[in-house]
């Protein structure tokens, strides 16, 4: 079991910055999968699908991103504490949603553990 705690949400006006976080805990980091996860940022907006916004390999390797948020957000690790960023700058009233952690073995396809999210409103 992974556990996934999502923090750094809020209030924030257009042009703001935010550093959201997601820290994992669980028996799987104790054993040899730890170096073969990977993590990502979901968000969800009211009345939309959830939708992809970045992933990054615990092993390392160039992130990835959704087109609509390249050059605004940066997902990054930090090994030590087992916690993974999502830097967002610029934010504005469209990235208004719900985002969400998740955490995937690199040997399956589906993220099979998820966060409870943190709450991301920007006011125009």
């Known amino acids: 079991q992974v556990q996934l705690v999502e923090s750094g949400g809020g209030l924030v006006q257009a042009g703001d910055s935010l550093r959201l976080s997601c820290a994992a805990s669980?028996?799987?980091?104790?054993?040899?999968?730890?170096?073969?996860?990977?993590m990502a940022w979901f968000r969800q907006a009211p009345g939309k699908d959830r939708e992809f916004v970045a992933r990054?390999?615990?092993?390392?390797?160039?992130?990835t991103y959704a087109d609509s948020v390249k050059g605004r957000f940066t997902i990054s690790r930090d090994s030590a504490k087992n916690t993974i960023f999502l830097q967002i700058n610029s934010l504005k009233p469209e990235d208004t949603a719900i985002y969400y952690c998740?955490?995937?073995?690199?040997?399956?396809?589906?993220?099979?553990?998820w966060g409870q999210g943190t709450q991301v409103t920007v006011s125009s």
């Open positions: 990054i390999s615990w092993s390392g390797g160039t992130p």
């Open positions: 998740a955490w995937r073995s690199s040997s399956l396809a589906a993220y099979t553990f």
């Open positions: 669980g028996r799987t980091f104790s054993s040899n999968l730890f170096s073969r996860c990977e």
